[in-house]
């Protein structure tokens, strides 16, 4: 058998187990970009394509490599007798002999790695039969998900619940069809309440109460987001999102990004670190933009606020993403929902420590939360929590739907698609790229920069939060029949009309590539 029958035959691509390398010394000389090509795909052969051999994968209860790694200096492909494989091309063995087998074109232009088997389809089609069978029949990994119910194998539930194991970016990609790559952003995730449950708490060790009297919370650590209210009253008029895109309470993270990127990280006047300012974020803040990065700001509300974390401007490569829960303004959730929107619609700080109250004969927090706001009425400047309850028996809806009302007045047009007209040609103008992307108080670019204007909606949205929560677990591939309960459960409590159900129900079905069939 030649080397090309099981190329030239069976119309195989060829097979390779040797790395790229120059050829000897001769009067061809190579182009530019037969150099970078080399260079490229040697790259990928060292990093995907070289075999290791360790105890628990190939020598396992083995003396020898169950692979035949490592393979000798082979000069041509032939059949090897004694290994029942094809021996593929090795000329180098100091650079080959780990080599998986693999094909040039596929392992540049793939997006994963893939290894080549190559069978004799003379002498090895038996084997290659069997080999085959026998790999997709290989059992995957797998475990029992804990249950309360008695019983191991026996257990039907367990067995129903039986899972395999896989990969987080594979889970990633089948649940959500995402193509899952490495995130570069700093994220943040933020806890989606104003005051949080004893139970998801951590308590203060008590070397933390002794080092540290004057800490806002007698009892507790303070988490992310209850440290934001007792931030610098300089940074008061940032929301949420916006304190959390600029600032981290740790050090060590902006003095990091700061040594791999040049001393102020990010802000130098070359071309290689400088970052334009995103005017059109939506969490962007023209006067923390312009601060330096590394400059902290200590707590300094009340006294004993300056034990609170200190918040340091991150650098401009390192602007972080904060992120938070995606709740549905349905049954129990939907206080939970509206919590969340006020929580990180509006800026809010704390005056004073949590105080305590004797609520049923047991002493509970007491907080108090004040926006910064100035236009708001005097009796929306403030609302206390005792526990997990609001005071005067209010709910988070209604309090949004307060505020709402109160910006009213100022609300952007620009942002409800009315921009106004061009001064100049008297036409009409596309939203500007700051109202698209707006959220809570902001600057629009067709009004005058010393004014702030309201996005109408972000607090309460009246039943288009409903639909607008539908349409993102659509976006997210959320499975059709899901979709359809929680639209039955919407329909029940009021929140959709059920005449408009069908129409719902279809377009969630186009966008799950669903087709109806319809006689006509």
């Not at 200590?298 to 904060?322: E, F, I, K, T």
């Not at 659509?474 to 129409?503: F, S």
Request: hydrophobic share 35%; charged share 25%.
């Amino acid at each position: 058998m030649t080397e090309d029958d099981v190329y030239c035959r069976t119309e195989v691509a060829r097979v390779c187990a040797e790395l790229v390398r120059p050829l000897p010394a001769s009067d061809t000389l190579c182009d530019r970009d037969m150099l970078l090509w080399s260079f490229l795909l040697r790259a990928i052969q060292t990093h995907l394509y070289i075999h290791s051999c360790t105890p628990v994968y190939c020598l396992k209860n083995r003396a020898s490599c169950r692979f035949y790694y490592p393979w000798p200096e082979q000069p041509e492909q032939q059949y090897d007798e004694s290994t029942q494989r094809i021996a593929l091309q090795r000329r180098h063995a100091p650079d080959d002999q780990f080599v998986v087998p693999h094909n040039l074109e596929l392992a540049a232009f793939s997006p994963g790695t893939v290894n080549v088997l190559l069978f004799d389809f003379v002498r090895g089609a038996d084997q290659c039969r069997s080999y085959a069978c026998k790999y997709c029949g290989k059992p995957e990994p797998w475990f029992y998900m804990e249950t309360q119910t008695p019983g191991e194998f026996a257990n039907a539930v367990k067995r129903y619940l039986q899972a395999r194991n896989i990969g987080l970016c594979m889970c990633h990609n089948r649940i959500m069809g995402y193509h899952v790559v490495k995130s570069t952003r700093s994220t943040l995730y933020l806890w989606p309440q104003f005051v949080v449950k004893e139970t998801d708490r951590w308590a203060r060790t008590p070397e933390h109460v002794e080092n540290v009297p004057a800490y806002p919370d007698t009892k507790y650590f303070l988490n992310q987001v209850q440290q934001y209210f007792f931030r610098n009253k300089k940074l008061r008029h940032l929301r949420p999102g916006q304190y959390f895109r600029y600032f981290t309470h740790r050090k060590e993270t902006v003095d990091t990004v700061a040594d791999a990127s040049g001393d102020d990280a990010g802000s130098s006047q070359d071309g290689a670190t400088m970052v334009e300012p995103e005017t059109w974020h939506r969490h962007y803040d023209a006067e923390v933009g312009a601060l330096a990065p590394g400059e902290h700001f200590h707590c300094d509300g009340y006294p004993g606020s300056r034990q609170c974390a200190v918040a340091y401007r991150r650098g401009n490569l390192d602007l972080c993403v904060p992120r938070s829960g995606f709740l549905e303004p349905l049954g129990a959730g939907r206080e939970a929902f509206y919590e969340q929107r006020l929580l990180l619609g509006i800026p809010w700080y704390c005056k004073a420590s949590p105080g305590h109250r004797r609520v049923d004969g047991e002493i509970t927090q007491c907080w108090t939360f004040t926006t910064s706001v100035l236009t708001v009425p005097r009796r929306l400047q403030s609302f206390s929590m005792i526990g997990r309850r609001l005071e005067h028996e209010l709910t988070f809806e209604q309090l949004c739907l307060n505020y709402e009302n109160a910006f009213s007045e100022r609300s952007c047009v620009c942002c409800e698609d009315r921009p106004p007209a061009d001064p100049e040609t008297g036409g009409r103008r596309e939203k500007c790229a700051t109202c698209v992307h707006a959220l809570g108080w902001h600057h629009c670019e067709y009004e005058q920069p010393d004014g702030m204007h309201w996005r109408k909606g972000t607090l309460h949205d009246g039943n288009f939060d409903v639909s607008s929560s539908l349409w993102t677990l659509a976006r997210r591939l959320v499975p059709v029949h899901v979709l359809k309960a929680k639209l039955d459960q919407y329909v029940a409590e009021g929140h959709i009309d059920a005449a408009n159900k069908d129409t719902y129900i279809e377009t969630f079905e186009q966008m799950a590539g669903v087709l109806r069939e319809t006689n006509v």
